[in-house]
């Protein structure tokens, strides 16, 4: 794998993939491409370099439609990344909906990403976020039916938790959204590299997920939202690229969807390189990559289990999190480190799956398409080390 992943040249184990995937060379090399080849901003300018960078960059907006199952690429805008996409949800959507006794569904296991944005606009708008709990360490279900109702705007959930690996059933939200009248939201950004997800077989209202959790470059975001839906965006962001003209100094006359909500300058370097990721999937196609992740997540699961002395917060999955009774997560961090072992610690960008747990964080293990059984066991042995040291 080091011959796709440069990377791994540095001679580190790396099992943090739910944070960042590690990128390929082809993906690496197609951003640089870009500059070299291209290099001019996408939209301006009438040169012939200026139209073919511009028709590039579209023709990745309709392929990458395809890839999470829209046929209108007018239905995919290019964002910063997945927070974006929910802040434009929520600022130019949601808001624009609020009644008196309007109400947010979320749930106890999201990732700050998908948390706050919600929360801040409850307290703004003085409405209630009501928040799915769990179920040991699963979302209850049974709570579905009784949080969504007629009252609820917008339903936003993960689509797979950053911390336990659990795959969510979106099929009772969305039964449950379509019968009440909410709207769903589903965070993808863990999910997209794991499952292939159909936004039209789902039904799925919007979808966010950003590039570099799928192999693919940082400061690039998606946001899908059936087009009626994205027509009923206020723009929250203003300035160059969205506007067709204006007349009477004042009066703005905005493009048509998606444009209207990619303000000013995008990062085509980024889009371009998005390019290279979509024809990596087809080499290494999602469904191949996952079934490799689960044996080896199975593996991983089972060594665990056969230490004594471990919490273990998953059940299946490549995302697998985990305590060592009396040993402070930063403090294995520490340790992992110095055995050149990268391992997630900490509440992992979701603190309130801790509220239940006397825990002040986990130590996370994701799985990459790039790990492998030895470096399961080298995993394996250190934690027997640490346990050793410290206890």
């Given at each position: 794998m080091t011959d796709i992943f440069p990377l791994l040249n540095n001679e580190f184990i790396y099992f943090d993939a739910a944070a960042t995937n590690l990128k390929p060379n082809s993906v690496i090399e197609a951003q640089s491409r870009y500059y070299t080849d291209y290099g001019l901003n996408i939209g301006r300018?009438?040169?012939?370099?200026?139209?073919?960078?511009?028709?590039?960059?579209e023709n990745i907006r309709v392929r990458t439609a395809e890839f999470i199952g829209s046929t209108n690429p007018?239905?995919?805008?290019?964002?910063?990344?997945?927070?974006?996409?929910?802040?434009?949800?929520?600022?130019?959507y949601v808001k624009n909906r609020v009644k008196k006794n309007s109400n947010i569904v979320?749930?106890?296991?999201?990732?700050?990403?998908?948390?706050?944005?919600?929360?801040?606009?409850?307290?703004?708008?003085?409405?209630?976020?009501?928040?799915?709990?769990?179920?040991?360490?699963?979302?209850?279900?049974?709570?579905?039916?009784?949080?969504?109702?007629?009252?609820?705007?917008?339903?936003?959930?993960?689509?797979?938790?950053?911390?336990?690996?659990?795959?969510?059933?979106?099929?009772?939200?969305?039964?449950?959204?379509?019968?009440?009248g909410s709207k769903i939201l589903v965070d993808a950004a863990q999910l997209i590299g794991h499952k292939r997800v159909n936004v039209t077989d789902l039904d799925i209202d919007f979808l966010v997920f950003s590039a570099h959790k799928l192999f693919g470059p940082f400061g690039l975001g998606f946001l899908y939202g059936k087009f009626k839906n994205l027509e009923e965006i206020t723009p929250t962001r203003f300035g160059g690229n969205m506007v067709s003209y204006i007349n009477n100094l004042t009066h703005i006359?905005?493009?048509?969807?998606?444009?209207?909500?990619?303000?000013?300058?995008?990062?085509?370097?980024?889009?371009?390189?998005?390019?290279?990721?979509?024809?990596?999937?087809?080499?290494?196609?999602?469904?191949?990559?996952?079934?490799?992740?689960?044996?080896?997540?199975?593996y991983l699961l089972d060594r665990l289990k056969s230490i004594p002395g471990l919490i273990i917060y998953s059940e299946i999955g490549s995302i697998i999190s985990f305590n060592i009774i009396g040993v402070h997560p930063h403090d294995a961090s520490d340790f992992f480190d110095n055995k050149n072992i990268v391992v997630r610690t900490g509440n992992l960008c979701a603190s309130p799956f801790f509220?239940?747990?006397?825990?002040?964080g986990v130590v996370r293990v994701s799985l990459g398409i790039y790990n492998n059984k030895?470096?399961?066991?080298?995993?394996?042995d250190t934690i027997i080390e640490i346990k050793e040291f410290f206890l």
């Open positions: 300018g009438s040169s012939l370099l200026n139209y073919k960078s511009s028709d590039i960059i007018n239905e995919l805008v290019f964002t910063s990344n997945a927070t974006d996409s929910i802040n434009i949800v929520a600022q130019g979320i749930t106890m296991l999201e990732h700050h990403s998908n948390y706050v944005p919600w929360i801040n606009l409850a307290k703004e708008m003085d409405i209630e976020c009501r928040i799915i709990p769990l179920d040991g360490y699963s979302l209850d279900y049974s709570y579905i039916d009784k949080y969504i109702d007629e009252n609820t705007i917008i339903t936003s959930v993960t689509g797979m938790s950053n911390i336990t690996g659990e795959v969510t059933d979106l099929t009772p939200f969305i039964t449950r959204c379509r019968e009440k006359h905005y493009r048509e969807i998606p444009r209207r909500l990619e303000s000013g300058t995008q990062n085509p370097g980024a889009i371009f390189a998005f390019d290279a990721v979509l024809d990596f999937l087809e080499i290494y196609k999602i469904e191949d990559n996952e079934k490799k992740l689960i044996q080896l997540s199975s509220t239940n747990l006397e825990q002040s030895n470096e399961i066991d080298r995993l394996i």
